[in-house]
Nanobody
Framework: EVQFVESGGGLVQAGGSLRLSCVAS????????IGWYRQAPGKEPEGVACISSSDGSTYYADSVKGRFTISANNDKDTVYLQMNNLKPEDTAVYSCGVGDRQCLQYHYWGQGTQVTVSS
């Protein structure tokens, strides 16, 4: 059974920081990408950041480059998202997922954690 335990969401003022954590288990892949996507009310899901299990390559949405940093433990089953200089437009439900190497498609994902940035 694939499971995700996500934590770290909350309410923060614009310019502040949050760190999201996700522990993933039970997925049947040897090589994969693990990362985060977000969905704001009334909007399509948006891939935020991804890290490859094979070589640690990282991928970011243009909207978060320079502000967000994704990292993972050695086994690439725990992933973190450090979010700095948060903006109101970052408000969304952030979900952890496992998919292809660049996280262009997620095959499994968690319930998500709410991030709210006030202006």
């Amino acid at each position: 059974e694939v499971q995700f335990v996500e934590s770290g969401g909350g309410l923060v003022q614009a310019g502040g920081s949050l760190r999201l954590s996700c522990v993933a288990s039970g997925f049947p892949f040897v090589a994969y990408g693990i990362g985060w996507y977000r969905q704001a009310p009334g909007k399509e899901p948006e891939g935020v950041a991804c890290i490859s299990s094979s070589d640690g390559s990282t991928y970011y949405a243009d909207s978060v480059k320079g502000r967000f940093t994704i990292s993972a433990n050695n086994d690439k089953d725990t992933v973190y998202l450090q979010m700095n200089n948060l903006k109101p437009e970052d408000t969304a439900v952030y979900s952890c997922g496992v998919g292809d190497r660049q996280c262009l498609q997620y095959h499994y994902w968690g319930q998500g954690t709410q991030v709210t940035v006030s202006s």
